[in-house]
């Protein structure tokens, strides 16, 4: 039985998962949580993983985090597209609008913007797919600046399956030392350690590109 998304919620949807676990619906989920509706890997991927070390009859780790990543970037995807076909028509009608104007918006600026995301994009893309609450947004402006999309593609499944071998990682470690039946609580707790890191390795990556702009502007002056 497929429970639906509206009426969510994480400790029965984790019990639901745990009951009905197969690599379609690590896949389905996957591509749901790097789409544009909310929803945590979080209690997809560990739970997975979890079961293929403790049953190992019908599920294997690595192929669990394999199709979790083929899922992610299909979700992905779909963001960039929607982006791409949507999303951009729309700012371009904006900038060449009155108000946009306005706002010292105009086409050449976001010319401009595309072309700086095209050339800076792919590391954005890595880095993004690890911070939370990016992870389901980096798509978007790849695909509003119409990033060639074999380079989303490689930088988004890199950093797609980075996540996921963490969060595999994560089953892995949890099923030598917990039960199922406390699996939920303790990857809720270690969730937050990893929203803090994923943090951090946002902050650090933005402080670094940040430092390289200001460097390249002071050697272009000098």
């Known amino acids: 039985m497929f429970l639906p998304l509206a009426i969510f919620d994480a400790a029965e949807f984790f019990q639901w998962f745990v009951e009905n676990a197969s690599y ?6 996957m591509v749901i949580e790097s789409s544009f509706v909310p929803f945590p890997s979080e209690v997809v991927v560990p739970p997975a993983a979890y079961l293929a070390c403790t049953r190992g009859d019908d599920m294997n780790i690595f192929l669990v985090v394999l199709v979790a990543t083929a899922g992610a970037i299909v979700g992905g995807l779909i963001n960039y ?3 791409l076909w949507i999303g951009r028509p729309l700012v371009y009608k904006f900038a060449d609008s009155r108000i946009g ?3 010292l918006i105009d086409r ?3 010319d401009k913007a595309e072309r700086y995301f095209d050339r800076h994009g792919a590391v954005s893309t890595f880095v993004g797919r690890l911070i939370p609450a990016v992870r389901q947004l980096i798509s978007i402006p790849a695909g509003l600046a119409r990033m060639n999309l074999g380079v989303f593609v490689v930088f988004t499944g890199l950093g797609a399956l980075v996540w996921n071998c963490i969060l595999g990682a994560m089953g ?3 099923s030598t030392m917990v039960s199922l039946e406390q699996l939920f609580v303790k990857v809720e707790e270690y969730n937050t350690y990893l929203s803090m890191g994923g943090l951090v390795i946002g902050a650090a990556c933005v402080a670094f590109i940040l430092y390289r702009m200001l460097s390249k502007k002071k050697t272009t002056a000098a």
């Not at 379609?24 to 989920?29: D, N, Q």
């Open 24 to 29: 379609l619906f690590v896949f389905v989920f």
């Open 81 to 83: 597209f929607l982006a």
């Open 101 to 103: 104007h306005a706002c």
């Open 108 to 110: 050449e600026k976001v």
């Open 172 to 174: 892995w470690w949890l």
